[in-house]
């Protein structure tokens, strides 16, 4: 892990990033290898982008899991509102991480991984709401009364 920080510092001060640790908190870093450059940076907040625009949208489009049908229950559509916004800003995010790795271009990859590290400290606490709240809707014992027998 050390030899990725130090790696890490010449690329923060060439391309003005921000501290490891900030983006090692928002995107789990301990698995990257020697050495590390800006296309896995890019590729770690395309994941974490990804996998959370895709918990989002089982609230607009649930599967035919029991747990979406009991999950989307608990939500007001002005609430709602508020998680689409988000959503958008995600697969906007997810669809530019697309497009830069077809560029294949250092400098844009350095600003994608600026901007996105700002965005992610406007998303994280509206996907930790949204976590919350589902979690939160099981120790509602008004499921109980809301759930038919499907079978």
Request: one cysteine or more.
């Amino acid at each position: 892990m050390d030899s990725i920080i130090e790696e890490y510092e010449r690329l923060k001060s060439s391309y003005d990033l921000p501290e490891f640790h900030e983006l090692d908190k928002a995107l789990e870093l301990d698995d990257l290898e020697s050495p590390i450059t800006l296309k896995d940076l890019r590729n770690k907040f395309h994941d974490r982008f990804s996998d959370c625009s895709k918990i989002l949208e089982t609230l607009f489009q649930p599967e035919g899991e029991f747990s979406s049908y009991i999950e989307t229950k608990i939500f007001a559509s002005d609430i709602k509102d508020d998680y689409f916004e988000a959503y958008k800003r995600l697969r906007y995010l997810v669809r530019e991480a697309q497009l830069l790795s077809v560029h294949n271009d250092k400098d844009k990859d350095a600003e994608f991984v600026k901007q996105s590290h700002k965005t992610w400290q406007d998303l994280k606490p509206v996907i930790v709401d949204f976590l919350e709240n589902l979690k939160n809707c099981w120790l509602n014992p008004a499921i109980q009364d809301n759930v038919k027998y499907f079978g």
